[in-house]
């Protein structure tokens, strides 16, 4: 009975799922988070985008970073980006370019203890090249600007990311790394600019790393950065600011990366990524399975179903409504390529339970 009720509740939360198991910002409410892969990456790709209804001029971003980027433990001083060094400014002996943390109000640029607006997709690295002269372009986006210390910011440059370890600094002449603290928020900008800008702010044009399977312009190195380095308190609070059309320098739009780093793992795969919504998300374990095996045709018109799957399953479970065993195939044999048929199903809902040797997943299908 227990192993019933807990399929029942499985089923229910399954025909609920956009109500009880969305994340708590409504911001999200309309997603259809049964989607993977590509699929996904577009359907946040326009959610992104058609939210983002404010666009900041260049000027403005200097108004919103003294908001967004504010230090959790001094909300007098702004975080910089790539910094490391805990010292005030100025420091004896002089390392000011290695401060993680400075006035809010020493905006500016033209000298080492000024901040300014650091172009995290790297304006020359774009195609074509970000513009910061208008109020329309990616080179205006907050959710990629971020506070740094002017001649840090100089140090990078246009170099792109690429593997390291420790603080931040240069890997060759070409190569930055951006540091263990800030990897993260890196990598998770880097899919907002690819997701929102498309083929203007390529990831792997801002990176050195391996293209990714399902889509060659993701490169390997951001999809680890995801997984390595979880989501800051400092990255939470400027993703809330820009969500929320009230307040007066915010884009209107949320950096989907930031609310569930995840996602990312859903897009692209590569190592699991923290996953902040584990209500509507399998588990690591179990994702490689949830994505490659196939449930066709769903609905179903002749009650007839096939799965499909790149490797040998071990069972086949197929319970109703109610919880009930209606079906139960142990070690399928396959019609061919490992595609297996399960047949005789009377009209309903079913839940059907596919295990492989090392994972279990449960698919929703419908019979007409």
């Given at each position: 009975m227990k192993n019933k009720l807990t399929l029942l509740l499985l089923f229910l939360s399954c025909a609920?799922?956009?109500?009880?198991?969305?994340?708590?910002?409504?911001?999200?409410?309309?997603?259809?988070?049964?989607?993977?892969?590509?699929?996904?990456?577009s359907a946040l790709a326009t959610k992104i985008t058609t939210t983002h209804t404010n666009y900041l001029t260049y000027s403005q971003v200097w108004n919103?970073?003294?908001?967004?980027?504010?230090?959790?433990?001094?909300?007098?001083?702004?975080?910089?980006?790539?910094?490391?060094?805990?010292?005030?400014?100025?420091?004896?002996?002089?390392?000011?370019?290695d401060h993680r943390s400075r006035d809010k109000f020493s905006n500016g640029g033209s000298s080492s203890c000024e901040w300014?607006?650091?172009?995290?997709?790297?304006?020359?690295?774009?195609?074509?090249?970000?513009?910061?002269g208008g109020a329309s372009d990616a080179g205006e986006d907050a959710h990629h600007l971020r506070a740094s210390d002017v001649d840090r910011n100089n140090d990078r440059s246009s170099e792109k990311f690429a593997a390291g370890s420790g603080n931040s600094g240069d890997i060759t002449s070409t190569t930055w790394y951006p540091g263990d603290e800030w990897k993260g928020d890196v990598a998770r900008m880097m899919m907002y600019m690819y997701l929102h800008y498309g083929s203007q702010c390529l990831p792997i044009n801002v990176g050195v790393g391996n293209p990714v399977a399902n889509d060659t312009d993701m490169i390997d190195l951001f999809l680890q950065w995801n997984a390595e380095d979880p989501v800051s308190e400092y990255e939470d609070n400027r993703n809330t600011y820009h969500g929320n059309t009230a307040n007066t320098y915010a884009q209107g739009n949320r950096n989907p990366f930031i609310d569930n780093p995840y996602l990312a793992t859903v897009i692209w795969g590569g190592p699991a990524a923290e996953n902040r919504w584990p209500t509507i998300f399998l588990s690591s374990e179990n994702f490689d399975l949830a994505t490659l095996v196939n449930v066709y045709p769903n609905p179903t018109n002749n009650n007839t179903i096939f799965v499909s799957s790149p490797s040998s399953l071990k069972e086949m479970v197929v319970y109703n409504i109610n919880g009930q065993v209606v079906q139960e195939v142990k070690n399928p044999n396959t019609i061919s390529s490992q595609t297996y048929q399960i047949s005789n199903l009377n009209s309903g809902f079913y839940m059907i339970k596919v295990a492989s040797e090392n994972a279990t997943i449960t698919k929703k299908i419908i019979v007409n």
């Open positions: 609920t799922f956009a109500q009880d198991g969305a994340p708590a910002s409504p911001y999200y409410n309309d997603m259809d988070w049964n989607l993977t892969g590509m699929a996904l990456k919103a970073t003294q908001v967004t980027d504010l230090d959790p433990a001094n909300s007098n001083n702004v975080l910089l980006l790539y910094g490391f060094s805990s010292n005030t400014c100025p420091s004896s002996p002089t390392d000011d370019k300014n607006r650091e172009h995290v997709y790297a304006k020359a690295l774009a195609s074509p090249p970000l513009d910061d």
